[in-house]
């Protein structure tokens, strides 16, 4: 079995397909959908509009994060901003992930840079964070299946990728 590290390690930046230069608002034609949260926090400017609501401490936190998240995602959808909608989905869906890496690992610290990089020992993380993770999880899932939502990313990755 080969052993798993993380994809950080080894990151080409090169031939990454979202750059920190680029205003995805005045060029959304470079954006990309990609997988799962690829792209998140470097594309502006929503990364600035979305990013300063992302939190995920404890339940309270992450219901009133994603019920921001979720409302700018509904106004890009109403504005025809496939960018900011798909970002904001991409928001939720990193504060499901980030929220239960923390509480399957402390400090939310999947490998261990002091041990070769070996995965931490899981179970070991703030059992609040289970409770934002399914917070944000319920609100990424509503966002997805918005049917206007999955109208436009299916056109864009036809047109874009």
Known sequence: MKKESPSYLNFDAGNYKWKPDVDYRQ?????????????VLICEPYKSEIGKYW??????????????????FLEYL???????????RKYLQMGFTRARRYFNYKG??????????????????????????????????EAEAVPEYKHMKTDWK????
């Open 158 to 161: 036809k047109r874009y990728g």
């Open 78 to 88: 109403q504005e025809n901003d496939f960018v900011g909608a798909d970002m904001s």
């Open 27 to 39: 060029h959304p034609e470079l954006y990309r959908v990609g997988k799962g949260e690829q792209g």
């Open 108 to 141: 939310g610290k999947k490998y261990d840079s002091s041990n070769n990089y070996e995965q931490s020992e899981r179970g070991t993380g703030d059992p609040e964070k289970a409770k934002s993770a399914k917070v944000f999880y319920k609100k990424w899932k």
């Open 55 to 72: 939190r995920f401490m404890n339940r309270e936190i992450a219901l009133e994060s994603s019920e921001n998240i979720f409302g700018l």
